[in-house]
Nanobody
Framework: QVPLMESGGGSVQAGGSLRLSCTAS????????MGWFRQAPGKEREVVAS????GTNYADSVKGRFTVSKVDNTLYLQMHRLTPEDTAMYYC?????????????????????WGQGTQVTVSV
């Protein structure tokens, strides 16, 4: 497992943008399967995107609006055109045993390392 720390959440009006960061302590390359998930009150945790050496997969609900990138030991989630439906706690996750996320990239159960989360609130 690897310690993960998210930051960058906050409150924004609909149509606005935010950039979330996820820093992996003691790591320099993030050369394994990583993911962004979110969980709204009363709802199950759902995938936002996953990223590995083969590329990035996005949930249909965020395609064209969210972008994942990596720099050294930090994974970013750039979010544009936010809507109230994007309001949730956002989590970063990592699975060091997988170089590639593969078919189960949407499944939070494959990820063993999780950050504490950062809240994103989008108002109308």
């Amino acid at each position: 497992q690897v310690p993960l720390m998210e930051s960058g959440g906050g409150s924004v009006q609909a149509g606005g943008s935010l950039r979330l960061s996820c820093t992996a302590s003691g790591d320099s390359g993030l050369s394994y399967c990583m993911g962004w998930f979110r969980q709204a009150p009363g709802k199950e945790r759902e995938v936002v995107a996953s990223s590995d050496g083969a590329g990035t997969n996005y949930a249909d609900s965020v395609k064209g609006r969210f972008t994942v990138s990596k720099v050294d030991n930090t994974l970013y989630l750039q979010m544009h055109r936010l809507t109230p439906e994007d309001t949730a706690m956002y989590y970063c996750a990592a699975e060091l045993r997988r170089l590639y996320c593969g078919t189960p990239w949407r499944n939070p159960a494959i990820f063993l390392s999780w950050g504490q989360g950062t809240q994103v609130t989008v108002s109308v």
